[in-house]
């Protein structure tokens, strides 16, 4: 293996990387003077990759919704026993989840490290799915998505999800519904593993209290070679456009709560670090807690400290969305779209951007502090073939110009929706 140093001057910091033989590639951050490690292994598969060609085959295969979840729970079940038992004796604390694009496995320990790597590299090495233990785990999976469906926080983001995307998977909610989950078997679990769970799909990122050659040691013991082969990965055609310009749904409930999504094009390519950059600077000027709108938002009494945005995007899907609780949830999406006007016909304001600029630089260099934020960044941003230190220098070399040509790229009031939750109406009379 060659080992390859990854170095900011700007930062003054490093960390190692190598693609191993087996295909997987390794980022180690060393953290000196950090008393805990955190290590993560993630594949390129999640919730949407439903329809792909399975590796060595020209066919499209199209698998159950929620079956990359279904896969993440299974996999801690092995032959001798479960993860979670393994790691109550080495003291470490684990986790997994599965998102619209990745499924990942985590933990984080003080001691006994090299025992919980060996664990967390065999877990996802070693699949048991017999026809007994997976429909064990429909009943545990099938209340898991009855519980998210009476979740009002979950409801409006996945309506807003189904206001804008006609085609996209995305739309569907990452466990599935308790119907396709039915038809989920050890044969198609087997598939998808065989398929995605490859090492040249996946990556390993461990940040902290580390050696960085001992990682690497491990790594060439206990990782598996493979054929190096990856599936191709299916995705409709999405219009631009978007469903329907706003949804509702009714809950017990005492106050509101919205998502306002602003639809954009997106294509198989992710976006560059300097397009995120620029986007992160347009919305921290526009709607962070030192803007002007979220001051009238406040002052109007229209918003809370839950009120927040993100830029949420992936292969096939892009969008800006607000969120929060409002006691006026349209007025507030009109406010907000005022805003949007204001910034399109003037652009960033200098000093705005200026302020943003700093406020985004402080917050990507502060995240560096923390060993479970590196490691989950770096495994991100692997995935989207991007790298840690340059977002860093991305942000310190973004122009206003460039904010403002990006911001002619980017929300368009005529192509957004508003999913609101409500509060269930109130009963008159007998």
């Known amino acids: 293996m060659i080992l390859k140093e990854v170095k900011s001057n700007r930062l003054g910091d490093k960390y190692f990387c190598v693609e191993h033989a087996s295909g997987l590639r390794v980022f180690v951050y060393p953290k000196r003077g950090h008393s805990s490690t955190y290590a993560i292994i993630g594949t390129k598969y999640g919730s949407i990759n439903t329809s792909f060609k399975p590796c060595g085959e020209n066919d499209v295969v199209q698998v159950p919704d929620g079956i990359a979840h279904y896969l993440e729970h299974k996999l801690f079940e092995s032959e001798d026993g479960d993860a979670f038992s393994k790691y109550a004796k080495t003291g470490a604390s684990a986790n997994a989840y599965t998102s619209f694009d990745m499924t990942c496995y985590l ?154 999504g602003f639809k954009e094009n997106a294509g198989k390519d992710p976006l560059t670090e300097e397009q995120l950059v620029q986007t992160d600077i347009i919305l921290q000027a526009l709607a962070s807690k030192s803007s002007r709108l979220y001051k009238r938002l406040l002052d109007e009494s229209l918003i809370n400290d839950s009120f927040g945005y993100e830029y949420f995007e992936g292969r096939g899907y892009a969008a800006v969305i607000f969120s929060g609780e409002s006691k006026d949830p349209d007025k507030t999406a009109k406010i907000i779209k005022e805003a949007v006007d204001e910034l399109h016909k003037n652009g960033v304001d200098k000093e705005d951007f200026e302020r943003a600029k700093k406020l985004v630089y402080g917050r990507n260099v502060a995240m560096l502090n923390s060993a479970e934020n590196i490691a989950n960044e770096m495994m991100k941003l692997s995935f989207a073939g991007r790298e840690l230190f340059h977002a860093v220098e991305c942000i310190a070399n973004t122009t206003l110009d460039q904010v403002n040509d990006r911001l002619k790229h980017q929300l368009d009031n005529k192509n957004s929706s508003l999913s609101v939750v409500l509060p269930m109406p109130s009963k008159k009379g007998r």
């Not at 984080?108 to 699949?127: A, D, G, R, W, Y």
């Not at 050659?213 to 790594?219: N, Q």
């Open 107 to 260: 933990f984080s320990c003080t001691e006994k490290f090299e025992e919980s790597l060996k664990i967390l590299l065999e877990l996802v090495q070693s699949p048991y799915f017999t026809p007994e233990n997976v429909e064990k785990e429909r009943g545990i999976i099938g209340q898991e998505i009855r519980m998210y469906d009476d979740d009002p926080s979950w409801r409006v983001m996945f309506n807003l999800l189904g206001a804008m995307y006609h085609k996209h998977p995305v739309k569907v909610d990452i466990a599935g519904t308790v119907e396709s989950i039915t038809k989920i078997t050890p044969e198609n679990l087997y598939k998808c593993y065989k398929n995605f769970y490859n090492p040249s799909n996946m990556v390993l990122c461990v940040a902290g209290n580390v050696d960085a050659e001992r990682v690497f040691e491990l790594v060439d013991d206990l990782v598996k070679p493979n054929d190096g082969k990856v599936p191709e990965c299916i995705f409709p055609e999405e219009p631009y456009n978007v469903v329907t310009d706003r949804v509702e749904q009714h809950f017990e409930i005492a106050m509101p709560t919205f998502q306002l």
